[in-house]
């Protein structure tokens, strides 16, 4: 039995405009309400993921930068992460290369986001990693995460704070940042915008996106009617 689902934000359950679906609001109320318990997981900051929870009426901790960060229940916020050694990182490529900051670093405090020119990507991916950083771009935004620091690093945390089973957790997701949670023995669903990727790790792959692709989901788990 499905006790708990873990769902990514952008292109989950919003468009690509990034405009949430009203259907997936819904379909996350009525299954709350027969006791599922509800997390985000965002690359976006605390501030954003927070706003989501309380106007969502999301029942669960959310977290932010990738797992990086949590926004507890008893308003507590946990960081498991720094980003002191990502945005000296940012620094000195931005003095080498296109590479160069984003608005949303002004709250970001475990991990360092950016944009880039793609001619720089390559370079800029190969000294990160000798430094042991990972780099990925979520489709939105670039993203420059301590090693460890993911979204099953999350799922994870979820479990331990719930004392859950593996096949307990539903995990939704869209793009390839959505793999490490995937790779857990958990249950697995994605939307049809999802990469190819994802969609061969799913147990269940709708035939929906971008958020209205909830309602059928939660359906084919028997965690809504």
């Not at 873990?6 to 679906?21: P, Y």
């Not at 990738?66 to 620094?91: A, P, V």
């Not at 880039?116 to 995460?145: N, Q, T």
């Not at 999802?194 to 971008?210: F, L, R």
Request: proline share 3%; charged share 25%.
């Amino acid at each position: 039995m499905i006790r708990l689902a873990a769902i990514d934000v952008d292109g989950t359950l919003t468009d690509k405009d990034r405009l949430i679906s009203t259907s997936a609001i819904q379909s996350i109320r009525k299954a709350e309400k027969n006791g599922l318990l509800v997390s985000l997981l965002s690359g976006n900051v605390i501030p954003v993921v927070y706003a989501l929870k309380i106007f969502l009426g999301i029942n669960g901790p959310v977290f932010g930068e990738n797992g990086g960060i949590m926004y507890d229940n008893d308003g507590s916020i946990q960081k498991f992460f720094s980003n002191e050694d990502t945005n000296k990182f940012l620094e000195e490529m931005s003095k080498k290369t296109s590479m160069r900051s984003i608005l949303t670093n002004k709250w970001r405090e475990a991990s360092t986001g950016f944009d880039i020119d793609p001619k720089d990507v390559d370079y800029v991916r190969r000294e990160a990693e000798a430094r042991g950083f990972v780099i990925f771009y979520s489709g939105y935004s670039w993203h420059l995460m301590n090693a460890g620091e993911d979204k099953a690093f999350a799922v994870k945390k979820l479990r331990e704070k719930y004392s859950l089973n593996f096949d307990e957790m539903l995990v939704i997701g869209d793009s390839n940042n959505d793999m490490p949670m995937f790779q857990l023995p958990v249950r697995k669903a994605c939307p049809a915008n999802a990469t190819e990727n994802i969609k061969s790790m799913s147990d269940y792959v709708s035939d929906y996106s971008y958020g209205e692709e909830i309602d059928d989901i939660f359906k084919h788990f028997g965690l809504i009617r």
